[in-house]
């Protein structure tokens, strides 16, 4: 399993970016998708979910309105659009899965947001 993000970089407030995640090695359409980010000093944590087929999606309430995952199970890539960027959203950007049991994570993607 390969999980490989793309996409970081830096943003000034207000801004947007997209965020790519390439899949390879198990059956893309198979499995939900998630994204975590991780702040420095901080937890990793959850910012979007999306199912097998891409009809259901989550985020918790500090980026819903902002942020949208979707996916093309087609390329085997899941994306995270993020609008509205605030420095509060600098973090490295992790893309995962579970398969039997095992969590699987990407390098992870630098998002830095700044005047």
């Known amino acids: 399993v390969q999980l490989l993000e793309s996409g970081g970089g830096l943003v000034q407030p207000g801004g947007s970016l997209r965020l790519s995640c390439v899949a390879s090695g198990f059956t893309f359409s198979s499995y939900a998708m998630r994204w975590f980010c991780q702040a420095p000093g901080k937890e990793r944590e959850l910012v979007a979910r999306i199912s097998e087929a891409g009809g259901s999606t989550n985020y918790p309430d500090s980026v819903k309105g902002r942020f949208t995952i979707s996916r093309d199970n087609a390329k085997n890539t899941v994306y995270l659009q993020m609008n509205s960027l605030k420095p509060e959203d600098t973090a490295v950007y992790y893309c995962?899965?579970?398969?039997?049991?095992?969590?699987?994570w990407g390098q992870g993607t630098q998002v830095t947001v700044s005047s």
């Open positions: 995962h899965t579970y398969i039997r049991g095992t969590n699987y």
